[in-house]
């Protein structure tokens, strides 16, 4: 049984850094693409990170250049280091890969999320 499990959320104040971390345990051939999304109350579920087997990243806007993602396939781990944290970044953080199984299947994980609170 694969599975996807977050970590490093909490409360932090405006201005202030998280690290968030996903490890991926399991039986596990490799891992393509990873995403790190979020959701708030009342919110759709939004992307706010993603990276290639090959380590291209993507961002949307709301956190370029604040938001770094990363990932050590050694360790099956991906990372998302929030700087600048805002109010506005409140929310549930959730990992998304997709894994390659023995069986010679790629599926979709989602982890169990983590909660980001950044208030003073």
């Known amino acids: 049984q694969v599975q996807l499990m977050e970590s490093g959320g909490g409360l932090v104040q405006p201005g202030g850094s998280l690290r968030l971390s996903c490890v991926a345990s399991?039986?596990?051939?490799?891992?393509?693409?990873v995403g790190w999304y979020r959701q708030a109350p009342g919110k759709e579920r939004e992307l706010v990170a993603a990276i290639t087997r090959g380590g291209i990243t993507n961002y949307p806007d709301s956190v370029k250049g604040r938001f770094t993602i990363s990932r050590d396939s050694v360790k099956n781990t991906a990372y998302l280091q929030m700087n600048s944290l805002k109010p506005e970044d409140t929310a549930v953080y959730y990992c998304?890969?997709?894994?390659?199984?023995?069986?010679?299947?790629?599926?979709?994980?989602w982890g169990q999320g983590t909660q980001v609170t950044v208030s003073s």
């Open positions: 998304n890969a997709e894994i390659m199984l023995p069986t010679g299947y790629l599926r979709n994980y």
């Open positions: 399991g039986r596990i051939v490799s891992i393509n693409n």
